[in-house]
């Protein structure tokens, strides 16, 4: 009877421990390890930073339009109204922009052409990549194969072709044109877009990506399709 007692006092011992360490490690073990080396976390870091700042510069844009409107207010409040609404425009993509920038010629590859192989155009993803390559430097306007770049942009595959705004991209070569607000700001992209690992995946389709030097002049095209305004909404008044 003793030996009994012992042996189911030891199996209930057993159990209370096992039950302990389990708890023991879920308290103590995360659910999701984070198995992010250093390049990439720094990745991560620089991406936020690079939101950071584009937020503190759309904090300083709005403070100079606040104090255009205060300066204005005893003098000329229609024109910072007209100024505003270029500015919006501007923003919107609704005008076309002329000023320092870069021309990016997509093409065959030279091994391409040399092999005769047939380029049916560019995907979708692959020029997605590149746009994304651009955008990571503030104050762009782009255009691609003619047609300007916006918020509302939406750069996909219709029936095997990639369009651009509905509209299909040639099938290489095309051009696509990127003006910055200053000439640093386009020497900046202009060293970035040269090191890139994007010619890598282009290169692997059979195409080239071309970098013209910088640039004082170029122009990109205004946006001349109907912006979508399904999403907004009327702000009511108190």
Do not use: C
């Amino acid at each position: 009877m003793k030996k009994k007692l012992s042996s189911r006092f030891s199996v209930i011992l057993f159990i209370i421990g096992l039950m302990a360490a389990i708890q023991y490690n879920t308290i103590n073990e995360p659910d999701a390890r984070d198995t992010r080396d250093i390049w990439e976390i720094r990745q991560e870091l620089s991406r936020e930073m690079q939101l950071h700042s584009e937020l503190l510069t759309e904090v300083g844009t709005l403070d100079d339009t606040l104090s255009k409107y205060e300066d204005a207010s005893n003098e000329s409040p229609e024109q910072a109204l007209k100024e505003t609404v270029e500015d919006l425009r501007s923003a919107a993509g609704l005008a076309e922009m002329t000023g320092p920038g870069i021309e990016i010629s997509i093409e065959p590859s030279p091994e391409a052409v040399a092999l005769g192989l047939n380029i049916e155009g560019i995907a979708p993803d692959l020029l997605i990549r590149l746009v994304n390559e651009i955008n990571r430097h503030n104050g762009l306007y782009i255009s691609i194969d003619g047609n300007r770049v916006v918020n509302t942009t939406a750069i996909r595959d219709i029936n095997g072709t990639t369009t651009v705004n509905t509209v299909p991209v040639q099938t290489p070569p095309f051009k696509i044109k990127i003006v910055s607000k200053t000439m640093d700001d386009t020497e900046k992209l202009y060293n970035h877009l040269m090191s890139s690992r994007i010619h890598d995946d282009f290169y692997i389709d059979n195409l080239s990506v071309l970098i013209t030097e910088p640039m004082d002049q170029v122009s990109v095209e205004a946006y001349d399709k109907e912006h979508n305004y399904q999403q907004l909404e009327k702000v009511e008044e108190e």
